[in-house]
């Protein structure tokens, strides 16, 4: 009898800590999964967006113009994808940390990877700083409300 109990709450141990880890990891997958819950992996883990900011926006453009266009254009895509509808398509938490920490996200995160795989070309780090990088997210949900 000792012995089928202790069997049975072996078992009951094991059960629930394979239920805890594979809920867990299904959560994180469909977040990953979902690019409108994804916030990649970064600095930024949550930023407030609300009414536009027409004079933070023109503050990214010029960034933007100074500091990616090497590599990106709005409207096509270059030696990185055209950013017309970014906003549309990732997060605004995402995309910060697309700009800010490129090396690591396309490592680890999913859609980066997967944008890496495509591309070819690694995505550099123009050091922006994390104001910067918010003024960037503002010039492009400008570009996406036209
Ligand atoms: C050296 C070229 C290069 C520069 C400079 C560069 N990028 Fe990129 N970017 C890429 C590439 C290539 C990708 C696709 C991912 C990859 O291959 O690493 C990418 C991906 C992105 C994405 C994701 C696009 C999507 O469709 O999800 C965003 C957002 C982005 N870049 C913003 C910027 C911003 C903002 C700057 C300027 C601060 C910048 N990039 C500078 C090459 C560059």
Same mark, same amino acid.
């Given at each position: 009898?000792?012995?089928? =109990?202790?069997?049975?709450?072996?078992?009951?141990?094991?059960? #629930?800590?394979?239920? =805890?880890?594979?809920?867990?990891?299904?959560?994180?997958?469909?977040?990953?999964? @979902?690019?409108?819950?994804?916030?990649?992996?970064?600095?930024?883990?949550? #930023?407030?967006?609300?009414?536009? @900011?027409? /004079?933070?926006?023109?503050?990214?453009?010029?960034?933007? $113009?100074?500091? =990616? /266009?090497? =590599?990106?254009?709005? $409207?096509? !895509?270059?030696?990185?994808?055209?950013?017309?509808?970014?906003?549309?398509?990732?997060?605004?938490?995402?995309?910060?940390?697309?700009?800010? *920490?490129?090396?690591?996200?396309?490592?680890? @995160?999913?859609?980066? !990877?997967?944008?890496?795989?495509?591309?070819?070309?690694?995505?550099?780090?123009? *050091?922006? /700083?994390?104001?910067?990088?918010?003024? #960037?997210? $503002?010039?492009?949900?400008?570009?996406?409300?036209?």
């Amino acid at each position: 009898m000792k012995n089928i =109990c202790g069997l049975f709450f072996a078992g009951l141990i094991i059960a #629930v800590i394979y239920s =805890c880890s594979s809920d867990s990891n299904s959560a994180t997958t469909d977040a990953l999964a @979902d690019p409108m819950k994804n916030r990649g992996i970064g600095p930024v883990s949550s #930023v407030s967006t609300g009414t536009l @900011d027409h /004079t933070l926006a023109a503050t990214g453009k010029s960034i933007f $113009e100074s500091k =990616c /266009t090497a =590599c990106h254009k709005i $409207e096509v !895509k270059h030696v990185g994808p055209a950013l017309n509808g970014v906003t549309e398509r990732r997060t605004p938490e995402w995309i910060m940390n697309m700009i800010l *920490n490129p090396t690591e996200m396309t490592q680890k @995160d999913p859609i980066a !990877k997967d944008l890496l795989a495509t591309y070819m070309a690694p995505m550099a780090n123009q *050091n922006l /700083t994390q104001d910067e990088a918010r003024a #960037v997210l $503002e010039f492009f949900r400008s570009n996406d409300n036209n």
